[in-house]
């Protein structure tokens, strides 16, 4: 059976299987082992935040990046008083 591709990216595409694919092979491990659910959701819900906040720090450190590019090309872009460039 042929899905459709729902108008996604590539990469959208692949990383929402592969998400797909972890999901089921946890619930996969947990009834083989006969793991408790809550302590399969505790994991999921752990390996979610740590993602949030790996991509939250990502998106700090970006805009602190980019912050301090623009602070610096402002300070390096001024130019000086017009008596300065005169040879006198």
């Known amino acids: ?46 390996c979610i935040v740590l993602v949030l906040v790996v991509m939250v720090l990502a998106l700090v450190v970006v805009a602190l990046v980019n912050a301090w590019r623009y602070v610096w090309r402002q300070f390096v872009s001024r130019a000086l ?3 300065e460039h005169t040879k006198e």
């Open 1 to 46: 059976m042929k899905l459709p591709r729902l108008k996604m990216r590539k990469s959208t595409r692949s990383t929402l299987s592969g998400l797909a694919i972890g999901a089921a092979s946890l619930y996969a491990l947990a009834t083989a082992y006969a793991e408790a659910r809550d302590n399969l959701l505790r994991f999921l819900i752990s």
């Open 81 to 83: 008083p017009e008596e």
